[in-house]
């Protein structure tokens, strides 16, 4: 018979046996885990070749003397393209407050959203539905990837951690203003327009630079409500 001093002693080998074998599975989960991410990355585009200025622009035919005829364009080539400088302020601010408030400040992509997304989620029984996208990461999905309807959702969390890695990546190579205005010349607004300039003409009759206060803010307002 085993006397109460060696039972203890198997019960506290049992008990250290158990530990390792729990340590070696979450260590060979987490080199799991690394090596898919790793491989995720590796999968990426290459950044130096990647291409995120906007393409497909209106088609104005003239009369000799000048006068305009017709303005041609397909269903996702309704775009005008305005330059960074010639966009005022308060629309690129509103888009800015809106979107992506943390925008001049990030790397790229913006931990502090990251995070309160996620906590939302997890007190929302896991239901993560509440973006945390900047903006470079949206120019990056809407001029990168090619995001069909029946994206999985394993499809998905690659295709988010790879906006996230080329964000950064965009980011130390691209200016703030250089992003922010190629991403106001993609951006569909709906009813086929396609960036602000386009959106402007088609619900107010007018160019970006005439806009009101509010006329932005109910621009910037639209990808929020699709």
């Known amino acids: 018979d085993l006397t109460a001093g060696e039972i203890v002693r198997q019960i506290l080998m ?3 046996d158990i530990k390792e074998r729990i340590s070696s599975v979450v260590v060979m989960g987490i ?20 291409d995120v200025q906007p393409e497909g622009f209106q088609t104005t ?13 397909r269903y996702d080539s309704n775009r005008v393209y305005m330059k960074y400088d010639e966009m005022p302020k308060i629309l690129v601010d509103a888009f800015v407050a809106i979107e992506d408030e943390r925008f ?44 069909g309807l029946n994206e999985s959702g394993f499809q998905k969390i690659e295709r988010k951690i790879q906006e996230q890695y080329l964000a950064i990546e965009l980011t130390k190579k691209m200016s703030k203003e250089d992003t922010i205005e190629y991403y106001l010349n993609t951006i569909n607004l709906g009813h086929g327009a396609h960036g602000v300039e386009a959106a402007a003409n088609t619900y107010f009759g ?18 929020k409500s699709p």
Request: charge should be negative.
């Open 14 to 16: 049992i008990e250290e």
């Open 206 to 223: 007018k160019s970006i630079s005439n806009l009101t206060i509010s006329e932005c803010a109910v621009l910037a307002g639209i990808p």
């Open 61 to 73: 035919i003239y009369y000799e003397d000048g006068t305009e005829v017709k303005t041609l364009s």
């Open 104 to 147: 001049w400040t990030h790397n790229g992509i913006d931990m502090k959203g990251i995070f309160r997304a996620a906590v939302s989620g997890i007190k929302n029984n896991f239901n993560f539905n509440q973006g945390a996208s900047t903006i470079t990461q949206q120019l990056i999905k809407n001029n990168v990837f090619n995001v």
């Open 31 to 50: 080199g799991a885990g690394l090596g898919m991410f790793r491989g995720i990355i590796d999968n990426a585009p290459d950044i130096d070749a990647i």
